[in-house]
């Protein structure tokens, strides 16, 4: 087992690993930017290491600052978390040139799944079912037009290499084939210096449904169930739960076997997750793996009793994997509320500063919050607008919603806007509560009647 651990990010995934290490009794150390030079996650670590200045790319993705610092402090392992360099392979591979284990998938794997293209051959192979669209990356306007003419409208451009909604485009009528695809490809060229596109026919209406696996180095492979993330706003979650409220038993079954086949397919190590749409009869198909921890991997332990986390640090050390499948069982209900640094109200923006006063809900069975706030922290403008997540299990989805409502009128934050208030909103809306929304419902129904409800009281 490692002795020490780098964990190369920030906000509560830093904390959320940072714990993990201490109960495991691993020594870590944090990075840091300026921006974050009394940031909570390099108070916790027992080192820390100022990376850079305030934006991402001369601090939290400068592979050689990171490198350096976990030469320097001694760490055998480091933890990418989400975002940032968790999904870069020439991180992967060049912490495995400086002998520092990186607690993820091998370069080659990061490579084949990253690739929007591979990742479809891959699980044409593996007999996962994938979206109707391109074999091959796309670069002229006149291969779209040949695609669209055969798998017909509406379509959704893809960058080969995107990810967070960059490079993607929804195109719902002919005439803007041309422009949307333009306006995906210069997207993606920015934003990854990658011009290949894909297209894919549009499932809706459908769910997005997420199935959480984890490998080992010697071949197990096993599922944790799956998540329902279909209420999304341009692309971006904003609560998930799991299990799915309206999937039936044995398409549950198909999807999660569906989902090991693929990561024994591409020889997976360590933890990931198929991503996959549904439509309304339940068919689903293949749409992204993520070579990572997720965001909302809180809901699946919440649901299943077991740390993700404390499992990737083992198996990235060599050990085998903890559980098999048949000591994996599914209790309960669990939701997860994202809290935004941002203003609803104003399309979303986001809304950096002080945190002025603060109050976490922090007692009662089945709660969980994930933050890295306190008060008198800052939340700086430069990073991803999440602040919180707040995490709730019950025996049923009723209790779980109950205690969701409970735990969020708690809560306080004062010195910056936030999308606390529209969670509580959300928590009632009737298309969340009969749990048949979709991934359009969200964004066309539920944010647009609030915006009226909100005007109509002034």
């Known amino acids: 087992m490692f002795q020490k651990i780098l964990i190369a990010n920030r906000g509560e995934i830093a904390v959320r690993i940072i714990r993990a290490?201490?109960?495991?009794?691993?020594?870590?150390v944090a990075v840091y930017s300026t921006a974050d030079k009394d940031a909570l996650h390099m108070q916790l670590a027992d080192e820390a290491v100022c990376i850079g200045p305030s934006k991402a790319n001369e601090s939290y993705l400068n592979i050689h600052n990171i490198l350096s610092a976990a030469v320097l402090t001694g760490a055998e392992a480091i933890h990418p978390g989400f975002g940032f360099l968790s999904e870069n392979s020439t991180f992967a591979a060049m912490c495995?040139?400086?002998?520092?284990?990186?607690i993820g998938p091998k370069k080659e794997v990061i490579d084949q799944?990253?690739?929007?293209?591979?990742?479809?051959?891959?699980?044409?192979?593996?007999?996962?079912?994938?979206?109707?669209?391109?074999?091959?990356?796309?670069?002229e306007f006149k291969d779209v037009k040949e695609m669209v003419d055969e798998i017909g409208m509406p379509v959704i451009i893809k960058a080969v290499a995107g990810g967070g909604g960059k490079g993607m485009r929804m195109v719902f009528e002919e005439k803007d084939l041309e422009a949307k695809f333009l306006?995906?490809?210069?997207?993606?060229?920015?934003?990854?210096?990658?011009d290949r596109m894909y297209v894919e026919r549009i499932i809706t209406p459908a769910k997005h449904i997420e199935v959480q696996?984890?490998?080992?180095?010697?071949g197990n492979v096993i599922h944790l169930g799956e998540r329902d993330c279909s209420l999304q706003r341009n692309h971006q979650k904003i609560l998930e739960e799991a299990p799915s409220p309206t999937l039936s038993e044995e398409t549950r079954q198909r999807i999660c076997q569906s989902a090991v086949d693929a990561?024994?397919?591409?020889?997976?190590?360590?933890?990931?997750?198929?991503?996959?749409?549904?439509?309304?009869?339940?068919?689903?198909?293949?749409?992204?793996?993520?070579?990572?921890?997720?965001?909302?991997?809180?809901?699946?332990?919440?649901?299943?009793?077991?740390?993700?986390?404390?499992?990737?640090?083992?198996?990235?050390?060599?050990?085998?994997?903890?559980?098999?499948?048949?000591?994996?069982t599914l209790t309960g209900h669990a939701i997860e509320c994202r809290i935004n640094a941002e203003n609803p109200l104003f399309n979303f923006a986001p809304s950096p500063g002080n945190i002025d006063f603060l109050?976490?809900?922090?007692?009662?069975?089945?709660?969980?919050?994930?933050?890295a706030m306190f008060a008198g922290s800052v939340i700086p403008p430069y990073y991803d607008a999440m602040v919180a997540k707040v995490i709730t299990h019950g025996n049923t989805r009723d209790e779980a919603?109950?205690?969701?409502?409970?735990?969020?009128?708690?809560?306080?934050?004062?010195?910056?806007?936030?999308?606390?208030?529209?969670?509580?909103?959300?928590?009632?809306?009737?298309?969340?509560?009969?749990?048949?929304?979709?991934?359009?419902?969200?964004?066309?129904?539920?944010?647009?009647?609030?915006?009226?409800?909100?005007e109509a009281n002034g």
């Open 183 to 194: 306006q995906a490809q210069s997207e993606s060229k920015a934003a990854f210096d990658d």
């Open 21 to 28: 290490c201490q109960e495991m009794n691993i020594k870590t």
């Open 263 to 328: 990561a024994e397919t591409v020889g997976y190590e360590n933890a990931g997750t198929i991503e996959f749409l549904v439509d309304t009869d339940e068919n689903f198909y293949f749409m992204e793996m993520n070579t990572r921890i997720q965001v909302e991997h809180p809901i699946t332990e919440m649901i299943t009793a077991f740390d993700i986390v404390k499992e990737q640090i083992r198996i990235a050390s060599g050990e085998r994997l903890s559980i098999t499948q048949d000591d994996v």
């Open 96 to 102: 495995e040139e400086v002998n520092v284990a990186f």
């Open 113 to 139: 799944m990253g690739n929007k293209s591979n990742a479809r051959d891959m699980m044409k192979k593996a007999d996962v079912p994938v979206v109707p669209g391109s074999d091959h990356a796309i670069t």
């Open 401 to 454: 919603i109950s205690k969701m409502k409970r735990a969020l009128n708690e809560m306080v934050i004062e010195g910056i806007q936030t999308n606390l208030d529209f969670h509580i909103d959300l928590l009632h809306d009737e298309h969340f509560r009969n749990g048949r929304y979709t991934t359009d419902t969200l964004s066309q129904v539920i944010i647009p009647d609030w915006l009226k409800s909100k």
């Open 359 to 371: 109050n976490i809900p922090s007692g009662g069975l089945g709660l969980r919050v994930d933050t």
């Open 213 to 218: 696996i984890l490998a080992d180095h010697f």
